[in-house]
């Protein structure tokens, strides 16, 4: 039985025929691409965490408004308070109450929000980049 030998692939064949100065040159240029790559893959992946932010963010603010619109009611409270009129005065106090618990509710629901974005870092991008690295080490020789 004849045992033949592996013949190199064309790609590995046209690496061989390379000068080391036209090797490195292109391993130079692929890195280059390739951290490129990674910066915009972390531009996306920031963009979008900052927009799913901006959602708990803006509930935080309607949380504020809601606060806001609390304390216009106490104010209408108390002034109703000093004209004894009972039945005036206890809706006055009803509405503060619910609009406290409005104001209460949105934070929770703005904290949550925010919480769910998680770590303001690129996850995706740092596990690329950790792929990048073993399979580097992988390919070294």
């Known amino acids: 039985m004849a045992t033949r030998e592996q013949q190199p692939s064309d790609t590995q064949q046209e690496l061989r025929d390379q000068s080391t100065g036209d090797l490195v040159k292109q391993l130079s240029q692929q890195v280059t ?5 990674e910066v915009e893959l972390a531009k996306a992946e920031m963009g979008e965490k900052g927009r799913k932010a901006g959602v708990g963010l803006g509930m935080f603010g309607g949380a504020g408004v809601a606060g806001l619109l609390a304390l216009g ?31 209460g509710v949105l934070a929770l629901q703005g904290r949550e929000k925010v919480r769910e974005v998680g770590k303001p870092i690129p996850e995706q991008t740092a596990e690329s980049v950790k792929e ?7 390919h070294r020789k």
């Open 33 to 37: 691409t390739l951290v490129r790559q």
């Open 73 to 103: 009611s106490l104010t209408a409270f108390l002034i109703l308070v000093f004209d004894l009129a009972i039945p005036t005065w206890a809706a006055a106090l009803i509405v503060t109450v619910l609009w406290a618990a409005v104001a």
């Open 132 to 138: 990048d690295v073993e399979w580097l080490k992988g």
